[in-house]
């Protein structure tokens, strides 16, 4: 057979058609740009989103290599750098800590880099260079001002340092200084390899760091970090690399979480799927159904290219060539669209929502990935309209109709004609349009209706108690700075305590006082340890629980940590078993007792120490007394010092109980609640006696943690109501263009009614009835199946959260209905069609 080209012909058919559809063509122009301008700021933000976030995260973890390993030895790290599957492989080497007052409350680490690493640790110098001399130090300019110096190389400082073995103190010339980025928590001080090897030598092998780590040292370790060829699943990749280099548990390794894709969360990768689905699902529908109903109007007109010899083959590049004519008009608008929204008017907004910095600058693959969706969006939506034309023949085509018109003469009965009865009727013609205009409207408000329960679902007290279990919580600097190794338990002293108890609008006042150490076990509770040691084993690390076993089995003494409780904190403890009773609790003859935590749900059936038996404690001041144990619980993780052993037990006492026995009386932490219209001054009081009358006393507010939860809240609620907003209006978009469609595809048989009798008002009346129907099918679908997407959808973004609490909330339903009621009787009344 002859090959004839037939692409002009085909070109020039595609192009009289759209000539010949112009609110067809301006009506899919609009659902196809609102489609592109979906995926272009979705794209564009989250990218954005999510760039901005893994550098500031990097910043955080303080490097932007994906991952790395701590504390090794010479041995261990040349075995590293033989592996070809890492790149940009570099190197910190601990050297010791300061002891200088002036860093008290400025967590300080001291080591050797190299340029490397000091480049990707954002701790390179933009004035001067590393230290090269022995004398010579880099340093940020947050230690210059912790020592009240100028941002000047060539100045001296004055160093202590310590490195569990040894301690040096001298001057030292700055050779170099950078500015350390705000959001990272360390400041760094670099020493020259030089000095490096004389105070702190690397670790050559093991016994080297069995040296060190018998007095709690890592000084002399290697701190390698590293490159994988890219950064999809770098926790795979890293526990590839331990595999080949045969490092175990014993290994510290560390992947950079800053990376979104460090590792596959299903949960994560759900949520943009399902998003993704959402804006191509909300779009084909639109695109779809114009597509679909653009055939059935032109159906004749290709029943005629049909008897006229076209194919199949060609009537489906016909339609797909009007496709992608719309679509290079279309597209572009959208991603211009979606680009400058992105650029301007969403960062303003989100900006002001989480302390994330958003810089959106031209990225070609967020157009391309945009571009790509939405054409893919529109391909898929042209499928339904080529199988309308391919199934009809040419003689069918010429009397076709898009609806079924067939009735069950079994069930015929007879009843009173009304707009409503006909309307009824006419909804069940084209069960397809119908099914997919009710879907698209539904998916817009169950979209909203998520959204709304899922900020309902976050629990204000929850969130808040879980960092803050008073209104203002003071304690010395060191406690709340995470990150410090030596921080100072017994920082509040009872003139602190005094001040406090004069604040305006005070409520409530209570400190906790707390001393740690070792504390002896007898054989059976020795027994119960044993036990619980044999079920985690697996899951510490060999060095950790070698010490375990060596200080449990040998000596009989686990860690332990005494508190001293006034009555606001006792009565916030976290019971297990037993009941709190305060008037018991401060006779001073019983205690309260940790059990070790499992997560298993009954951590009281682990306990060391059962209800009623008697504990020997060993008291601030070394002497030992018994207690009866009357409850098992502990003290939550906001008031407690933040840090735990892996198996060890807390014991409560009462502060006046714990004071007897103490040579101090200064607190760990003092917990103050005011009443709210005195919040801001005692705030404001705090902030001056911490600055000038303390300056090594700092305090936490709630209200900080409120403001986080509450910008939290406003973010999750506004992507949610934005994309409502845009399946809103392309839902109402489908609904408009099938109503305007049917009554000019019924206009015959419109102007037959009105010609038997049927007044404008009836026919207008039975197309709204048509309207107001189709509502009604929407919100059964969304007070049906929207219930258990709602539910699921929410636990499955949220359910996690510390702070979740299922909410389903009904009210966007409520006000949802009477909107589309509205525009279900308005959009027929504005239709016209011509009377006989």
Known sequence: MRKISNRKWISNISKKSMKANRKRNLILIVAISLTAFMMTAVFTIAGSMINGMEKSTMYQVGTDLHA?????????????????????????????????????EDYTEIRYTDEINAKHSFSSPEIGVLPQKENEIATCVNVLDDFGLPHEIGQKIHLKIDNGIDTYEGDFVISGIWKKPAETLTNQIFV?????????????????????????????????????????????????????????????????????TSSIDPTSA?????????????????????????????????????????????????????????????IPIGLVIGYFASMVIIPQIVSNMINIPINI????????????????????????????????????????????????????????????????????????????????????????????????????????????????????????????????????????????????????????????????????VLNRVKKFYESIKSEINPYEAKELE????????????????????????????????????????????????????????????????????????????????????????????????????????????????????????????????????????LIEYSEKTKPLLDFESRNKYKESFNEMKRTFLLIGSAMSLILALIGVLNFINLTYTSINERSGELKTLHAVGMTNKQIKNMLAAEGVMRILFTFVVVLTVGIGLNHSIVNMIAGQMIMFKYQFIIWPVLVAIPLFLLIAYIVPQLCKWQKV
């Open 361 to 524: 600058g031209f990225n070609i693959s967020f157009f391309l990935i945009s571009g790509i969706f939405s054409w893919v969006t529109i391909r898929i939506s042209c499928v339904r309209a080529c199988k309308i034309v391919k199934k009809v023949s040419p003689v069918e085509a010429v009397r076709y109709v898009d609806y079924s018109n067939s009735i069950n003469k079994k069930n015929k009965k007879t009843h009173k004609v009304t707009p409503v009865t006909m309307a009824w009727q006419n909804i069940g013609r084209n069960k397809k349009k119908t099914f997919f205009v009710i879907l698209s409207m539904a998916l817009s408000v169950i979209m909203l209706n998520i959204s709304i329960s899922l900020v309902a679902s976050f629990d204000e007290d929850k969130y808040i108690s879980s960092f803050s279990s008073s209104d203002f919580t003071v304690a010395d600097a060191s406690v709340f700075n995470k990150n410090s190794l030596a921080a100072d338990y017994e920082g509040v002293s009872q003139d602190d305590i005094e001040y406090c108890k004069k604040l305006a609008g005070i409520e409530k006042i209570g400190a906790i006082y707390m001393s740690a150490g070792l504390h002896k076990v007898d054989d059976t």
């Open 192 to 260: 020259s390899k030089e000095f490096q090897e004389k105070f702190s030598p690397v670790w050559k092998n093991e016994a080297d760091m069995k040296n060190f780590l018998n007095v709690n040292s890592y000084s002399g370790s290697i701190n390698p970090a590293f490159n994988f060829n890219n950064s999809f699943n770098i926790s795979g990749k890293m526990e590839d690399l331990k595999t080949r280099l045969d490092f175990g548990k014993e290994i510290n390794d560390g992947v950079n979480w800053a990376y979104s």
């Open 270 to 330: 759900a949520i943009m799927i399902f998003l993704l689905f959402i804006i191509m699902i909300s779009g084909y529908l639109i695109i779809s159904n114009i597509f679909s109903i653009s055939v059935t109007a032109d159906i004749h007109h290709y029943g005629l290219l049909k008897t006229i010899g076209t194919t199949n083959k060609q009537l489906k590049k016909i339609i797909i060539r009007q496709a992608i004519m719309i679509s290079a008009i279309a």
């Open 550 to 685: 060596s200080r449990i089995f040998a000596n009989q003494e686990i860690y332990s940590k005494v508190y001293g409780l006034d009555q606001m904190v006792y009565e916030n403890l976290e019971m297990d078993a037993g009941n709190l009773d305060w008037e018991k609790f401060k006779s001073g003859n019983y205690a309260v007792v940790s059990a070790p935590i499992k997560g298993s749900g009954d951590d009281a059936a682990l306990a060391f120490y059962k209800m009623g038996e008697k504990i020997s404690v060993k008291m601030p001041d070394g002497s030992v007394k018994s207690y009866e144990v009357m409850g098992i619980g502990n003290v939550p993780y906001s008031m407690g010092p933040g840090y735990s052993q892996i198996i060890d037990v807390n014991i409560m006492l009462p502060s006046t109980e714990y004071l007897s026995y103490s040579q101090s009386n200064k607190a760990m932490k003092l917990f103050v609640n005011v009443d709210d219209s005195h919040i801001n001054v005692a705030e404001a009081s």
């Open 68 to 104: 790395g390993f701590k504390y090794l030895t010479q041995e261990q790290f040349d075995k590293l750098s033989q592996d070809n599957k890492i790149n940009k492989l570099c190197y910190n080497i601990i050297v010791g800590k300061s002891t200088n007052e002036e860093l008290r």
